[in-house]
């Protein structure tokens, strides 16, 4: 069957029948119905993008990890390293820290704020996460 | 008018410059609007397909891969735009096994053909090509008008290759056939 492609002979014939052809105005129509396809804008990269883009997460972090150590939450004391930061890292913050516990004694208080912080910490992920997939 | 290739013109589109277009409008036109008048066997229905058709691709430029021809492509959106038209499939698939392919000699048929002149050979062959189905029309517009390959009439159509192959034979054969038989016609 491989001469259906080596006949040339009803080609030439074929050929020489013309095609149907559209209306006159076929091309203006088309070019009436389409938009100028944007060229795309290359946007440059922050040189730290992703220094930039991480500090959401480690400023959030941060908040969180200062309020689980200044909390009285009882499992904290199981955590190694937690007499490093009482005796030195502690000390340095240690007005804002003392503050921050007559703030977190009360449950409500501290319950709200994670809360909240765990709010604030995923509205930021989605923020990002919607400016990146819909670009 | 001489065209350049196509992605010439695809290259300018993508860098803004959408008026470059229309000359690929004008260079597919006509097989784009015949593809969609077999199919839809409507003139005010084939245009208006075909135009859909190159605003559709247009559109879609830039997810245009290149892996096959722009023409492919473009013939593959029309078709399917048109078989989505009739909402129904044109093309059926004929199995294989089911498919005599009769033993038939083209030396015998060609010579009767080659005694007449040209024009006489276009007489007969239109006569021959309208009696053909629209979908055997269809398949020899894009094998001998768009010089589309069995694969790639395969990919446009979703038919697979052998069966391309099987259905452009029985074309070929059938015109032939009457080709002679009007011939003979005329001798008597």
């Known amino acids: 069957m491989n001469d259906v492609i080596k006949d040339d002979f009803l080609a030439g014939l074929i050929k020489k029948v013309p095609l149907e052809s559209p209306s006159d105005d076929f091309v203006d129509k088309v070019m009436a119905g389409i938009e100028t396809i944007p060229v795309p804008v290359v946007e440059k990269q922050p040189y730290f993008h992703w220094m930039r883009s991480s500090l959401p997460y480690l400023g959030a972090a941060m908040i969180v990890v200062l309020i689980l150590i200044s909390s009285d939450i009882p499992y904290l004391n199981f955590i190694g390293g937690k007499v490093y930061f009482s005796s030195f890292f502690l000390k340095i913050f240690q007005p804002f820290l003392n503050s921050m516990k007559t703030l977190l004694s009360s449950r409500f208080i501290t319950y709200s704020l994670l809360i909240g912080v765990s709010a604030g910490f995923l509205f930021i992920i989605d923020k990002l996460f919607s400016r990146r997939f819909s670009a | ?188």
């Open chain 2, 1 to 188: 008018m001489k065209y350049q290739d196509d992605n010439f013109y695809i290259e300018k589109v993508l860098n803004g410059d959408s008026s470059a277009y229309a000359a690929l409008v004008a260079k597919h036109k006509n097989l784009v609007f015949s593809i969609a008048l077999k199919v839809l066997n409507n003139r005010e229905d084939a245009e208006e397909i075909a135009q859909d058709a190159f605003v559709k691709a247009f559109h879609s430029l830039r997810s245009f891969e290149r892996k096959s021809k722009f023409s492919t492509w473009l013939y593959r959106i029309v078709y399917n735009a048109a078989i989505s038209r009739t909402r129904k499939r044109v093309l059926e698939t004929i199995p294989m096994d089911n498919y005599v392919i009769h033993n038939y000699s083209e030396e015998s048929l060609r010579p009767g053909v080659d005694e007449v002149d040209a024009n006489e050979q276009q007489v007969l062959l239109n006569k021959a090509m309208k009696n053909l189905s629209d979908e055997d029309n269809l398949l020899i517009t894009l094998f001998y008008h768009g010089n589309n390959s069995i694969e790639e009439i395969s990919s446009i159509t979703g038919l697979s290759a052998s069966n391309v192959k099987v259905k452009l034979h029985r074309i070929r054969k059938k015109l032939y056939d009457d080709i002679s038989m009007m011939m003979a016609e005329r001798m008597n």
